[in-house]
T-cell receptor, first 112, second 117 residues
Framework: GQNIDQPTEMTATEGAIVQINCTYQ??????LFWYQQHAGEAPTFLSY????GLEEKGRFSSFLSRSKGYSYLLLKELQMKDSASYLC?????????????FGKGTKLSVKP | DADVTQTPRNRITKTGKRIMLECSQT?????MYWYRQDPGLGLRLIYY???????NKGEISDGYSVSRQAQAKFSLSLESAIPNQTALYFC????????????????FGPGTRLTVL
């Protein structure tokens, strides 16, 4: 079956670092995406991993371990505008023809 | 600027009414998707279309139908709306041919908030 787990909510302080974890089980893994979604708005692309390791993009980094079915999104130097939901999504060629399967999202609140 | 647009942005309707949500894109992408988002349930795929003649059911297609009128247009219909179809609906596009074989980023429209009373 297909399953993606991520924490429902997290709280962090402005200027700090926060790590949002995502674990997944799929039958035909072919890439993992992170999206950011502010309340009431459309999701926007943050990062993509298909090979093991760390991808860095400014204040945001994403890590993937395919053998462990695990990814994390790391946000550094948190700003108030980073308060949003973060969606982990896996591309699965096993049961969903390569479509994205989304986790339920992690709502991050950044406090002063 | 190439974009994904959805109309209407908000709609309130009554149980049993027929509703159509429309999506247009100027990105020139072949693939289009309809999702619904409910609190605590995340984004779930309703229907997807890889080109004008290729339409497929997603995870939760019951109670919905779609029409791909052209490469740029993909409409979602609720033939007889019911209250549990109250949700935020997103259209999205992607085209792996344009972004390299292994990156299939999806671009989302602004969403339609539908309330069925």
């Amino acid at each position: 079956g297909q399953n993606i787990d991520q924490p429902t909510e997290m709280t962090a302080t402005e200027g700090a670092i926060v790590q949002i974890n995502c674990t997944y089980q799929t039958s035909g893994f072919n890439g993992l995406f992170w999206y950011q979604q502010h309340a009431g708005e459309a999701p926007t692309f943050l990062s993509y991993n298909v090979l093991d390791g760390l991808e860095e993009k400014g204040r945001f980094s994403s890590f993937l371990s395919r053998s462990k079915g695990y990814s994390y999104l790391l946000l550094k130097e948190l700003q108030m505008k980073d308060s949003a939901s973060y969606l982990c999504a896996v591309r699965d060629y096993g049961g969903s023809q390569g479509n994205l399967i989304f986790g339920k999202g992690t709502k991050l609140s950044v406090k002063p | 600027d190439a974009d994904v647009t959805q109309t209407p942005r908000n709609r309130i309707t009554k149980t049993g009414k027929r509703i159509m949500l429309e999506c247009s894109q100027t990105k020139g992408h072949d693939r289009m998707y309809w999702y619904r988002q409910d609190p605590g349930l995340g984004l779930r795929l309703i229907y997807y279309s890889f080109d004008v003649k290729d339409i497929n059911k997603g995870e939760i297609s019951d109670g919905y139908s779609v029409s791909r009128q052209a490469q740029a247009k993909f409409s979602l219909s609720l033939e007889s709306a019911i209250p549990n179809q109250t949700a935020l609906y997103f259209c999205a596009t992607s085209d792996p041919q344009r972004q390299g074989a292994r990156l299939d980023e999806q671009f989302f429209g602004p969403g339609t908030r539908l309330t069925v009373l």
